[in-house]
């Protein structure tokens, strides 16, 4: 990697603050928070050399600047996020999807997974432990199998329990299966959660009906561009947008708080 001597670096941290938020922030005679005052500027037309100086008195002008600058596209982001979560509530949040929680809660989070993803089983408890502790949260889950045939092949089986009333317990049951999960596996998950296995089985690897139609609504869900939903676990609610990975239950019990009641536009 080229180093760039310290002369350059000066330069180009001039530059920087001539393009936007640190030019601003010098044109104001606001002083920066902890530094000494600024001098007033009286013109609009700011002489780079002296803009540089100021800089340099006061690096940490571009500090704040460069925070100021992140929070606003993080900010502008997260809208991104919530609009296109609002735009595509029904298909994110089908009246019919399984869910935990409270099933008239004012906060309805979607969880799109895996059942092979590790980081999908790491979040599981605490997802449960998440509606314990918040009588308001509803988690509709979401099957997004993007690990490879094994994946698929419990995506579909779990919706196959789906058909019979048993997801939920086929989803715990699944959870708890070392993996990969190969067909010997799915099947001792479907006895321990009481499933009829022939029946499972003839529709899970049925090319048509609802089974395959329960896993294109995920995937046509996904695969919209504006949503960025392309890894697991990723989650989506209206007013909070869109989550990537569950990262610690703070920082998911700050995106649940955001939450609220999807309008899926009369259903």
């Known amino acids: 990697m080229k180093i760039l001597p310290a002369a350059s670096i000066a330069i180009s941290a001039a530059s920087l603050a001539l393009s936007g938020v640190a030019m601003a922030v010098v044109a104001a005679v606001t002083p920066y928070h902890g530094a000494p005052s600024l001098p007033p500027v009286v013109s609009r037309d700011i002489d780079p050399e002296a803009l540089l100086a100021v800089l340099v008195q006061h690096p940490g002008i571009l500090v704040a600047a460069a925070h100021a600058v992140q929070e606003q596209q993080e900010e502008a982001g997260r809208l991104a996020s919530v609009a296109s979560v609002s735009k595509n509530a029904a298909a994110i949040f089908p009246a019919d999807a399984p869910f935990i929680g409270n099933p008239g809660g004012r906060k309805v989070v979607a969880e799109f997974f895996d ?153």
């Open 115 to 267: 059942y092979q993803c590790g980081f999908c089983r790491m979040a599981e408890p605490l997802l449960r432990k998440a509606v314990e502790r918040d009588p308001e949260l509803k988690i509709v889950f979401r099957d997004l199998p993007i690990e490879g045939a094994s994946s698929v092949l419990a995506a579909r089986a779990a919706a196959a329990a789906g058909l019979q009333g048993r997801y939920l317990a086929m989803h715990d049951a699944l959870m708890r299966q070392p993996v990969p999960l190969d067909r010997d596996r799915i099947a001792a998950a479907a006895a321990a959660a009481g499933l009829d296995a022939e029946r499972m089985r003839r529709d899970m690897d049925a090319e048509d009906g609802p089974v395959a139609a329960a896993l294109k609504a995920v995937r046509d869900v996904s695969g919209l561009q504006e949503l960025g939903i392309a890894a697991t676990p990723t989650f989506a609610a209206a007013g909070a947008g869109i989550l990537k990975g569950f990262g610690s239950e703070e920082r998911f019990r700050q995106f649940t708080d955001q939450a609220g009641r999807p309008d899926r536009g009369g259903q």
